[in-house]
């Protein structure tokens, strides 16, 4: 896989310590972009060494909470000083938290909410603002689920569904206002291999099992079979894309 125009630009990931956000960040990375990864995590900074390591690019690291606007401003401003102005994100925090909706808590509804939809766009805010004022060029690629559109099974997961398809509806929401600067898109991913997925599985190996038996690829994704699409989102060759939501799920959402 090659998308030439990528090298030299920079990024910045949000739930880029581990997981899906990582995994995307070492996917731009090996297009030569740099890469500055955000997190709660306090690993977050030996993420960003080892990408450095690796590949040979700058990054850099910020602690942030996506769900406190203040923390986001100060992660991008820190970024910024290290790479300049990033003009790819990519927002991968996100959390859920199941539960029966009858009987879930309000402040465990609020947390779902706040991190998987405020701070989508807390982060899509700070990334647009500096673009939009140089008009400057850039892409989002927001990380929704296909959970926005159907309902998994057999979990209860009301408030990550909900979060996820208003994910759906704020990149074509941002995609119209920022046009034609700015391309916003989002992924909606299947089963995908990662802490998020592996602490109900390895609670529950049946689980996976279950899942599987409704993939037509037969098999759970692994984080690297999204970088394709996503560097296709990143890159000039999907130039005229934005709005769109894209499932890659293995065929789950086709049956
Ligand atoms: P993960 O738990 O491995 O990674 C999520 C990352 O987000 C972690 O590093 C975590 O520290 C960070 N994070 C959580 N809350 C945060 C906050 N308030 N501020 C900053 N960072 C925060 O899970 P993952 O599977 O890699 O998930 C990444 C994204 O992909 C999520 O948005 C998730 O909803 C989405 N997704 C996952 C799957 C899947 O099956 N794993 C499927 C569809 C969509």
């Known amino acids: ?8 630009r920079t990024a910045v990931i949000t739930g880029g310590a581990r997981g899906i956000g990582y995994s995307l960040a070492s996917a731009l990375a090996r297009q030569g972009v740099n890469v500055a990864l955000l997190d709660l ?32 401003d100060a992660a991008f401003a820190d970024v910024r000083e290290a790479l300049g102005v990033a003009d790819i994100l990519i927002t991968a925090a996100g959390i859920t938290i199941w539960g029966d909706a009858a009987e879930v808590a309000p402040e465990t509804w609020r947390k779902v909410i706040d991190v998987n939809l405020n701070g989508t766009f807390f982060s899509t805010q700070a990334f647009a603002r500096p673009l939009l004022a140089e008009g400057r060029e850039g892409s989002a690629i927001l990380i929704s689920s296909m959970s926005g559109r159907v309902v998994n099974v057999p979990q209860h997961q009301a408030s990550y569904n909900a979060s996820k398809a208003a994910v759906d509806q704020l990149t074509t ?18 089963y995908i291999l990662s802490d998020m997925t592996r602490q109900f599985i390895d609670a529950n190996p049946d689980l996976a099992a279950q899942w599987i038996s409704a993939i037509p690829a037969g098999r759970m994704g692994e984080p690297a079979d999204l970088d394709g699409l996503v ?5 000039s ?12 799920d293995g065929g789950y959402t086709a049956i």
């Open 1 to 8: 896989m090659n998308f030439p125009d990528l090298a030299g």
């Open 41 to 72: 995590l306090p690993e977050v900074s030996d993420s960003a060494a080892r990408l450095a390591g690796e590949h040979g690019v700058q990054t850099a690291s910020a602690l942030v909470d996506v769900t406190d606007p203040v923390s986001v």
């Open 173 to 190: 929401s941002l995609a119209v206002e920022w046009a034609p600067a700015l391309r916003v898109n989002a992924i909606a991913p299947g």
């Open 231 to 235: 560097l296709l989102l990143a890159s």
């Open 237 to 248: 060759a999907s130039s005229y894309l934005t709005g769109q939501t894209l499932v890659i």
